[in-house]
């Protein structure tokens, strides 16, 4: 069946460092990509987004290319700063849309 | 932009109680809603779907009686924890898509904290 796989944090960088978390799928037909947020005490907001392959979503200085050829969805950011420390979440919808898969998360924690 | 309300945030109460959650889309049509719940430190795990009218579709391991999905109108879901136990103690947050539009994320309520005494 269809699944995400996600990189295991947690994940600490200085301010200002490169982030990238590892997602990969496995599906069945043209999946939707995305990616949620969570902060602390907080729930889940959409991130970012891609629907086909080859899109790239983007958000907040995060981007994510959906790349079918390695069923891939890698979340990235040139900058981090210590407002991105937040629990980061891949997920797949199905074709029909109607079933989400999620990853088991990535903490990120950003020191100054 | 698609705002869905859950409440109440958090709820206390004792072994033995019933609670229930709504789940509330507030500017657009939901169908569909999803239920999840998340233990600390893990990822969401689905519950059920909610689908507005029917039955809600119970993932396997989860307890229907035990947890009452109702889907009455377009935009309000609730979910039931009936005669709750410690063990319900968790972290329980809802969604929904627009109804009759592909590919739409789903959006998320801010979830409710259930502490089960």
């Known amino acids: 069946g269809d699944s995400v796989t996600q990189m295991e944090g947690p994940v600490t960088l200085s301010e200002e460092a490169f982030l990238t978390i590892n997602c990969t799928y496995t599906?069945?037909?043209?999946?939707?990509l995305f990616w949620y947020v969570q902060y602390p005490g907080e729930g889940l907001q959409l991130l970012l987004k891609a629907t086909k392959a080859d899109d790239k979503g983007s958000n907040k200085g995060f981007e994510a290319t959906y790349r079918k050829e390695t069923t891939s969805f890698h979340l990235e950011k040139g900058s981090v700063q210590v407002s991105d420390s937040a629990v980061y979440f891949c997920?797949?919808?199905?074709?029909?849309?109607?079933?989400?898969?999620f990853g088991t998360g990535t903490s990120l924690t950003v020191i100054p | 932009g698609a705002v869905v309300s859950q409440h109440p945030s958090w709820v206390i109460c004792k072994s033995g109680t019933s609670v229930k959650i709504e789940c509330r889309s507030l500017?657009?049509?939901?169908?569909?809603m999803f239920w999840y719940r998340q233990f600390p430190k893990q990822s969401l795990m689905l519950m059920a779907t909610s689908n507005e009218g029917s039955k809600a579709t119970y993932e396997q391991g989860v307890e229907k009686d035990k947890f009452l999905i109702n889907h009455a109108s377009l935009t309000l879901s609730t979910l039931t924890v009936t005669s709750a136990h410690p063990e319900d103690s968790s972290f329980y947050i809802c969604?929904?898509?627009?109804?009759?539009?592909?590919?739409?994320?789903?959006?998320f309520g801010d979830g409710t904290r259930l502490s089960i005494l």
């Open positions: 997920a797949l919808s199905d074709w029909t849309g109607n079933q989400f898969y």
């Open positions: 969604s929904a898509s627009e109804a009759a539009r592909d590919n739409q994320p789903q959006h």
């Open positions: 599906a069945t037909g043209y999946p939707s």
């Open positions: 500017d657009f049509q939901a169908t569909t």
